[in-house]
């Protein structure tokens, strides 16, 4: 279940990820699956070599890319998801989503 993200907010990913860009949209996100991980960030882009590239550079592999719909992309969540948003430059997640990096996946 996702929660915490704006109907604009998601558009703008989707655009993002149709031009081949890589996108972030981080949201709360509650699944049994992953106790204590309360959020989730989708990275995703269009261009599958150019994402297959940027997730090698944080150690992820391609099979790991949910190519779900039209936007392909990777879920991020516990310490990953915060050290890649960390190495991103993206504090405005990091901050409005109070990560801390110390989250269990």
Aim: proline share 3%; aromatic share 12%; net charge neutral.
């Amino acid at each position: 279940m996702a929660f915490g993200v704006k109907r604009q907010e998601v558009s703008e990913w989707k655009e993002a990820v149709s031009r081949g860009e890589i996108a972030l949209l981080t949201h709360y996100w509650l699944d049994d699956r992953f106790p204590g991980c309360k959020t989730v960030t989708k990275a995703g882009c269009a261009d599958l070599t150019k994402l297959e590239a940027w997730g090698r550079q944080y150690g992820l592999r391609p099979e790991w890319i949910d190519h779900k719909e039209r936007y392909p992309h990777f879920d991020l969540f516990g310490d990953r998801e915060y050290e890649i948003l960390k190495k991103e430059g993206r504090e405005d997640l990091i901050s409005r989503f109070r990560l801390t990096g110390t989250q269990k996946a």
